[in-house]
């Protein structure tokens, strides 16, 4: 995949039809669900309210291939004066890393959590991702908990 670094970058609201660039994107990161996402989820996830923002290097709709994604979702809770926004995704094309997309991507969903009203936002990175630690370090977040998981066996 092609881009030239030149062109500015362009982040929009996912649409529906964008499902198989997301899936495509998504993989990135080693989920395994990516290959279920179709546009019937991602319409249903949208439809919840949910956001999604892609970026690519043209303004057509949509354009393909897409170069990033990110979801965010917004959290309200007892302890924080307000909402607290989750980065809860974000994965760019390998062919495009080092281009800004990223960073368009996080500032775009940084501007759409302040809207929503969000205190603080957060991201949670897998321990391994050394590289994406490092890019979120750059553009100013701070690691300051750790995170612990456990997987629902019942589903």
């Known amino acids: 995949m092609s881009t030239d670094a030149n062109d500015p970058v362009h982040v929009r609201e996912a649409l529906a039809t964008d499902a198989p660039e997301v899936a495509r994107l998504l993989a990135i990161l080693g989920h395994s669900t990516p290959s279920d996402i179709d546009e019937a989820r991602l ?8 956001r999604v923002l892609v970026a690519s290097r043209s303004r057509a ?13 917004v959290t309200p809770v007892l ?14 094309d390998e062919s495009a890393r080092g281009q ?12 759409l959590l302040a809207e929503s009203g969000c205190v603080l936002i957060e991201v949670t990175s897998n321990k391994t991702r050394v590289e994406a ?18 997987t629902n066996e019942t589903h």
Do not use: N
């Open 79 to 92: 302890h924080r004066p307000g909402p607290v926004g989750r980065i809860t995704a974000l994965a760019v």
């Open 43 to 50: 319409a249903a996830y949208l439809a919840r309210g949910e």
């Open 61 to 73: 709709e949509p354009p393909t291939p897409l170069l990033g994604v990110l979801s965010v979702h």
């Open 133 to 150: 630690h490092a890019f979120y370090e750059r553009i100013g977040y701070t690691a300051t908990s750790l995170r612990f998981a456990k």
């Open 100 to 111: 800004g997309i990223g960073r368009a991507l996080v500032a775009a969903a940084e501007t």
